[in-house]
């Protein structure tokens, strides 16, 4: 079952990125990006803000875009991002599988 909300360390991990990198995005992206947060002032990212944080780190990590070119490009077509970054996770997930199979031969 997936969580409703995620702390700040899992989302870097899920990234594979620092804790400072995303809150550095978050707090350069405040109309994309709006964690909740805890009692103690922790952020808590939802589904939807680590799918927003997975185009970003697609934009700026791999694209090689700065973050202003990220927040255009994300504003002018947000859906063909979405659609980059669901088929590179898709594709990493098979490439797992099949390292998977090829060790257990």
Do not use: C
């Not at 934009?59 to 991002?81: C, F, P, Q, Y």
Request: aromatic share 6%; no cysteine; charged share 25%.
């Amino acid at each position: 079952m997936e969580k409703l909300f995620y702390s700040i360390g899992e989302v870097a991990g899920i990234l594979g990125e620092s804790v400072s990198l995303v809150r550095f995005w978050t707090n350069s992206f405040p109309t994309l990006l709006k964690p909740s947060r805890t009692g103690k002032g922790n952020r808590q990212y939802t589904a939807s803000d680590i799918e927003t944080l997975k185009q970003i780190h697609y934009l700026v990590k791999e694209k090689g875009l700065t973050l202003e070119g990220a927040a255009k490009r994300m504003a002018a077509d947000k859906a063909s991002v979405s659609k980059s970054v669901r088929a590179i996770d898709s594709l990493k997930s098979i490439k797992a599988q099949l390292v998977e199979i090829k060790n257990s031969l």
